[in-house]
Nanobody, 123 residues
Framework: QVQLVESGGGLVQPGGSLRLSCAAS????????MGWYRQAPGKCRELVAS???????NYADSVKGRFTISRDNARNSVYLQMNSLEPEDTAVYLC?????????????????WGKGTLVTVSS
């Protein structure tokens, strides 16, 4: 059973920084693309940033230049460094992992999501 657990959320003032972490656990051999999404109250879930296994990244226009995604394949983890935070960044941030291959060599047909971590940007 694969699980994703996020951490690092909290309350921060505008202009501040936070670093989110997401660790995948279970019988994992490898993970394909990993990414961060967010969902604010009353809004749809949106992609924040993603990174494939080659290190190629994709960012939402609203976070370019402020957020940086990274991953540690040995730890089955992905991170999101968030700088210059704005009130509009307030949301639940969720981690997603795709194309997981288990230690028995089975490619999982489902994408996996964490339960999310709340980021609140407010003075």
């Amino acid at each position: 059973q694969v699980q994703l657990v996020e951490s690092g959320g909290g309350l921060v003032q505008p202009g501040g920084s936070l670093r989110l972490s997401c660790a995948a656990s279970g019988s994992i051999f490898s993970i394909g693309p990993m990414g961060w999404y967010r969902q604010a109250p009353g809004k749809c879930r949106e992609l924040v940033a993603s990174m494939d296994t080659s290190g190629r990244t994709n960012y939402a226009d609203s976070v370019k230049g402020r957020f940086t995604i990274s991953r540690d394949n040995a730890r089955n983890s992905v991170y999101l460094q968030m700088n210059s935070l704005e009130p509009e960044d307030t949301a639940v941030y969720l981690c997603k992992a795709e194309r997981i291959i288990t230690s028995t060599g089975i490619l999982q047909s489902l994408n996996y999501w964490g339960k999310g971590t709340l980021v609140t940007v407010s003075s």
